[in-house]
């Protein structure tokens, strides 16, 4: 099997187990939005259900993320993967540093003029 990447076989294994999350989760959606409108079940309900199911979901992507890095750090040497948490760390620090600007306008300066007027 020359060319054969492990990694690259376990990527698509997770993306195509995110894919399917996914859809289960809009499916799962969908479902519950037809028995709202049936009146099955209460808004508040299909919220609180929409919400659960939406949690579930993201655990089962970061559970499988997780699964995904471990494998790919197990195919790693010990030096490997003590330079690839270094170069996490690094970008950890980075993004712990970055601050975010935000730009404010400031409102516009009542005329001088206005005011003597009133």
Same mark, same amino acid.
Do not use: C, H, W
């Given at each position: 099997?020359?060319?054969?990447?492990?990694?690259? %076989?376990?990527? @698509?294994?997770?993306?195509? %187990?995110? %894919?399917?999350?996914?859809? %289960?989760?809009?499916?799962?959606?969908?479902?519950?939005?037809?028995?709202?409108?049936?009146?099955?079940?209460?808004?508040?309900?299909?919220?609180?259900?929409?919400?659960?199911?939406? !949690? @579930?979901?993201?655990?089962?992507?970061?559970?499988?993320?997780?699964?995904?890095?471990?494998? !790919?750090?197990?195919?790693?040497?010990?030096?490997?993967?003590?330079?690839?948490? $270094?170069?996490?760390?690094?970008?950890?620090?980075?993004?712990?540093?970055?601050?975010?600007?935000?730009?404010?306008?400031? $409102?516009?300066?009542?005329?001088?003029?206005?005011?003597?007027?009133?």
């Amino acid at each position: 099997m020359a060319g054969f990447d492990i990694t690259d %076989g376990i990527r @698509k294994a997770f993306l195509a %187990g995110v %894919g399917a999350v996914a859809t %289960g989760v809009e499916k799962s959606s969908e479902l519950v939005d037809d028995f709202i409108a049936k009146g099955e079940i209460t808004v508040e309900q299909g919220k609180a259900l929409n919400e659960e199911l939406s !949690r @579930k979901a993201q655990s089962a992507v970061d559970d499988a993320g997780d699964t995904l890095l471990r494998t !790919r750090m197990q195919a790693m040497s010990a030096e490997d993967r003590a330079a690839y948490a $270094a170069k996490v760390a690094k970008m950890a620090e980075e993004m712990a540093a970055e601050t975010v600007e935000v730009e404010v306008e400031e $409102a516009p300066a009542e005329d001088a003029t206005d005011k003597k007027s009133e």
